[in-house]
């Protein structure tokens, strides 16, 4: 008897959708803020899936993780404290604890059972959530960064996106708060959402608006994703005071001997380097 093969379709669009097949559902749970799913599969190993959106792959997570971290850290290298809202798979702890000079972590993510379901089956990304620099804080981030004055020098928002849970994490006043958070020189990056489905792009175009409206500095960069919707995705970069964010002291950064798989110097360089159709999306007014 042929046995049925078990497929997982995301939705992009109306007119355009991405799957895969899959082994085995691993995990299914409804938490009190969303669908959360874990999927082994062939093509992508074990898969994280929260409302039906791919959030991670065991394959290709480290390219989202280390540019969401390690371009804020080589413009800044005496960063000492930092905030990551959202981020419960611990992947941006993780790129975050190979920096000996940062002192503290504090992981503010709204919904416990991902951090519960990531430490279970995804090691890969979860494994330093117990690190003595990192403190858990199972809360809202919006709520969270309210109560903080001049506190971080990094703000890293490594949210959903901009619906359920992560809708807030969008807003001028989110930013507004993170502003007051972050210490003189302190940067914030947060995801920026994809250029190329038009309510992705919709998205990106508020958030830079936003952003753009409460930091002097506001910049952003682009990564290749290959499970990501198009695959084209951008982070935002804002700081509090002026930077050009294509210099940086190169040669410091790598001397650290921080291990990367798709971080280096000149990609930082470059991925602030946006096509024409992206700058003209981010320069669109409201």
Known sequence: MQTKELWFTENYSDDARFSFRVDAQLYT????????????????????????????????????HEMITHPALALHPDIRTV??????????????????GIQQIDLCEIDRD????????????????????????????????????????????????????GEGLFTREFYGNCFGALTENGLLVNQHESPYYREDALAMQRAHRQLSAVFPQASVYQVHIPTYPSGHWLFGLAAKTPLDPTVFDEAAWNA??????????????GAFALPNYVKELLNEKA
């Open 29 to 64: 749970h409804k938490s009190r803020y969303q669908q959360i799913d874990i999927y082994d599969t062939p093509q992508f190993g074990r898969v994280l899936v929260l409302d039906g959106c791919v959030m991670l792959t065991e394959k290709d997570e480290f390219i989202y």
């Open 83 to 100: 905030l990551v809202i959202g981020g419960g798979d611990g992947g941006c702890v993780r790129e975050l604890l190979q920096y000996p």
């Open 114 to 165: 991902v951090i519960k379901a990531c430490r279970k089956y995804l090691p890969q990304t979860a494994e330093k959530l117990d690190d003595i620099r990192v403190e858990l804080h199972i809360a809202d981030g919006i709520r969270f960064v309210r109560q903080k004055k001049n506190a971080y020098d990094l703000i890293i928002v490594d949210s959903t996106d901009p619906f359920g849970p």
């Open 256 to 269: 650290l001997g921080i291990p990367t798989r798709y971080y280096n110097t000149a990609l930082h360089k």
